[in-house]
């Protein structure tokens, strides 16, 4: 089984809706992330937590919410999706000890 | 605050051909440097990490990159490049306390 898991993998929704995008690890690493990724612009920060109790903005957090349920799950939220929120987006974990990212495999979202 | 340049959005290599991905950096503080690999369909992978070690560094699938201080570059190389290898690789760098900052990707295309 994967270790980062992302649901759903493809998603398409109109503009005004509201929608989840959920992440879980069973790598049982505190730091987790989203990010989202547009041809040409690399990966960009949307928001991060180091614990269940920590939750930080990143580069492009406007629009966007998360929620982290348990030091295993990590959602994030878009309350009124627009389309220029179509994009590919990742969750990732952290391990602190190794300095290294480990990536879910990514859900395409397209916004109507 | 950090931040890191893919010279090229786009590399064409025949197979059996020397691959050059370039990167540059910028940072006030001692960095890690990163190279991700993303294949179609998938999330990202870590390729290879400098976290201040050997400067010369080796990774997964024959590749090697190697941080030059004079140069702020941490090019990522592979002596003969193989049909697998056509991917999206992504620099990225971090510094103590702060979060990954990702380039924004060079696409490896490898011919026959």
């Known amino acids: 089984d994967a270790d980062v898991t992302q649901t759903p993998r493809n998603r398409i929704t109109k503009t005004g809706k509201r929608i989840m995008l959920e992440c879980s690890q069973t790598k049982g690493h505190d730091r987790m992330y989203w990010y989202r990724q547009d041809p040409g612009l690399g990966l960009r920060l949307i928001y991060y937590s180091f614990d269940v109790k920590d939750i930080n903005k990143g580069e492009i957090s406007d629009g966007y919410s998360v929620s982290r349920q348990a030091q295993a799950k990590f959602s994030l939220s878009l309350e009124s999706a627009i389309p220029n929120q179509t994009a590919l987006y990742f969750c990732a974990t952290e391990d602190r000890a190794y300095n290294e990212q480990f990536f879910g495999p990514g859900t395409r979202l397209t916004v109507l | 605050a950090q931040s890191v340049t893919q010279l090229g959005s786009h590399v064409s290599v025949s197979e059996g051909a020397l691959v050059l991905l370039r990167c540059n950096y910028s940072s006030s503080v001692p960095p890690y440097l990163f190279w991700y690999v993303q294949y179609p369909n998938q999330g990202l992978q870590l390729l290879l990490k400098?976290?201040?070690?050997?400067?010369l560094v080796k990774g997964i699938n024959g590749f090697e990159a190697e941080f030059k201080k004079s140069e702020t570059s941490f090019h990522l190389t592979k002596p003969s490049a193989h049909m697998s290898d056509a991917a999206e690789y992504f620099c990225?760098?971090?510094?103590?306390?702060?979060?990954?900052?990702f380039g924004k990707g060079t696409m490896l295309l490898v011919s026959p």
């Open positions: 990225a760098v971090s510094v103590p306390y702060s979060t990954l900052t």
């Open positions: 400098y976290t201040s070690a050997a400067t």
